[in-house]
């Protein structure tokens, strides 16, 4: 099945 | 201080209704351009981001940044109170333990006063890059949402692929397959019902349709919805409001079979 990626692999804190 | 006067409770109830179950405690960010919010849900998957520009209130003052920790279940209890045409207040002083919401019915004269504590929430805040987006679908939002609906029915994850030929969404699943192709389309009478393809290179990618039918929550907020997607960045579905207001979702991509 697809692997779920997070929005950390995307988005930076800023 | 903040007072941001809204014409109508309805907006405020539908938006907060559409993100309720994605975030639960959320910062209602008010300066002099309006109130914002970010929040991501538990697993970080998805995010969302409201805007709602001063323009959409009248009148709207807001001194200094506020931050309004609220809980959502709270102000959905709150807001309950509220009819859908009421005129809304909201109101809070500078550094604030509570914020204030008037509701006012526009015919009888009804005034209702509730007052929700605030919570210290120190969310991180992401930087969302701005991104040229390889394709940019716009089509009515009541069809995404029987599209995603549809497919749920069938697999957990939907790819959306786009060619010059359309959008295609495909899932596959144990009961067996199905994909919805959409082309572009023009309809004269009701332009809401156009769907608009813009794409400047292919592109294909997979989303849990478990978020994606909870986004679908906001299709009251507006009779059209915006896809944007690019190879490897999270989709963007975007509900616009009037004024320049909107309400976006984000949502991190799912990877390899």
Known sequence: APFQTDLYNYFIKS | MLEARLEQANLLKKVVDAIKDLVQDC????????????AMDN???????????????????????????INLTSLTKVLRCAANEDILTLKAEDAPDVVNLVFESAESDRLSEY????MDIDQEHLGIPETE?????SMP???????????????????????KEGVKFACSGDIGSG???????????????????DLSEPVALTFSLKYLVNFCKASGLSEQVRLCLSNE???????????????RFYLAPKIGD
Not at chain 2, 142 to 158: N, T, Y
């Open chain 2, 133 to 137: 987006y390889a394709a940019t679908i």
């Open chain 2, 179 to 197: 994909s919805v192709t959409l082309r572009s389309h023009t309809n004269v009478e009701k332009p809401q019902l156009n769907v608009e393809i």
């Open chain 2, 233 to 247: 960045v999270p989709l963007l579905v975007e509900y616009a409001l009037s004024n320049n207001s909107y309400l």
């Open chain 2, 115 to 118: 007052d929700i504590k605030l």
């Open chain 2, 43 to 69: 697993s970080h998957v998805a995010l969302v981001s409201m805007m709602l520009k001063s323009e959409s209130f009248s009148p709207f003052r807001c001194d200094r940044n506020i931050a309004l920790g």
């Open chain 2, 27 to 38: 910062n209602f960010d008010c300066n002099d351009s309006g109130i914002a919010l970010q």
């Open chain 2, 141 to 163: 939002s009541a069809e995404f949402q029987k599209i995603c609906r549809d497919l749920m029915a069938l697999s957990e994850s939907v790819s959306i692929e786009c060619t």
